[in-house]
T-cell receptor
Framework: SAVISQKPSRDICQRGTSLTIQCQVDSQVTMMFWYRQQPGQSLTLIAT?????????ESGFVIDKFPISRPNLTFSTLTVSNMSPEDSSIYLCSLGTSGVQETQYFGPGTRLLVL | SQKIEQNSEALNIQEGKTATLTCNYTNYSPAYLQWYRQDPGRGPVFLLL?????KEKRKERLKVTFDTTLKQSLFHITASQPADSATYLC??????????FGTGTQLKVEL
C-alpha cells in the first residue's frame, strides 16, 4: 500500500498568518482528499484535490480560505489562510481507491494550533 | 438531517473480553459502511468494509455486522488486548456519495 507523508507534523501559528501543509505519496494516485478534524469532532471533508485542475470544495469551505494545489499525481498542498483560533485542528490528506465514497487511506496528519 | 452516532463515552473492558462498539445512522441508505481505527496523533487506519447485502464480515479478531433495518452496525473485537486501545470510527456513504464519519468511540482495554 502507498506510503503517505505530511509536513509539517505540527505547528503553532499566529492569527492572521497562513500555513501550507504538504502531502507526499510514494506512488501515483488518482484521488487525493483533504480533511479537517477539529478537537472532539469527526473528520470533515474539505475538498478533493484534482490533478491539473481546480480543487472541488465541499459546502462550507472556500478556495480563498483553503487554496489547494495538485501539481502531479504524487503531491498536494493545502494552505490555511488568514488563520484564526477556530482553524486549530488536525488536517489530514488521504487517498481514495476510486472516489470520495470509497475506502480512504490517511496520512499522519498535521496538528495546527492558532494563537 | 443525516446523522451518524457513536457512543461518545469511552468503553473500558478487561483484556480477553469481547469489545462491542455501536454505530447508528439516520437518514442514510448507505451502500456500505466502513470502520477505521485512530490512534492519538495519527491518521485513521481502514479496518473493514461491509456492504448492504452482507450481514456480517470477519477479519481475524474483528467482526462487523450491518443491519439496514435497524440502521445499525456493530463492531466486535474478540479476545481484546491492550494494543487494541484506540478510537474506532465508523463511516457511511451519504448524499453525493461522500464518505461521512462518526465522531468515534474510544476503547480502553485494561490488564
Amino acid at each position: 500500500s502507498a506510503v503517505i507523508s505530511q509536513k509539517p507534523s505540527r505547528d503553532i501559528c499566529q492569527r492572521g498568518t497562513s500555513l501550507t501543509i504538504q502531502c507526499q505519496v510514494d506512488s501515483q494516485v488518482t484521488m487525493m482528499f483533504w480533511y479537517r478534524q477539529q478537537p472532539g469532532q469527526s473528520l470533515t471533508l474539505i475538498a478533493t484535490a484534482n490533478q491539473g485542475s481546480e480543487a472541488t470544495y465541499e459546502s462550507g469551505f472556500v478556495i480563498d480560505k483553503f487554496p489547494i494545489s495538485r501539481p502531479n499525481l504524487t503531491f498536494s498542498t493545502l494552505t490555511v489562510s488568514n488563520m484564526s483560533p477556530e482553524d486549530s485542528s488536525i488536517y489530514l490528506c488521504s487517498l481514495g481507491t476510486s472516489g470520495v465514497q470509497e475506502t480512504q487511506y490517511f496520512g499522519p496528519g498535521t496538528r495546527l494550533l492558532v494563537l | 438531517s443525516q446523522k451518524i452516532e457513536q457512543n461518545s463515552e469511552a468503553l473500558n473492558i478487561q483484556e480477553g473480553k469481547t469489545a462491542t462498539l455501536t454505530c447508528n445512522y439516520t437518514n442514510y441508505s448507505p451502500a456500505y459502511l466502513q470502520w477505521y481505527r485512530q490512534d492519538p496523533g495519527r491518521g485513521p487506519v481502514f479496518l473493514l468494509l461491509i456492504r448492504e447485502n452482507e450481514k456480517e464480515k470477519r477479519k481475524e479478531r474483528l467482526k462487523v455486522t450491518f443491519d439496514t433495518t435497524l440502521k445499525q452496525s456493530l463492531f466486535h473485537i474478540t479476545a481484546s488486548q491492550p494494543a487494541d486501545s484506540a478510537t474506532y470510527l465508523c463511516a457511511v456513504t451519504g448524499g453525493g456519495n461522500k464518505l461521512t464519519f462518526g465522531t468515534g468511540t474510544q476503547l480502553k482495554v485494561e490488564l
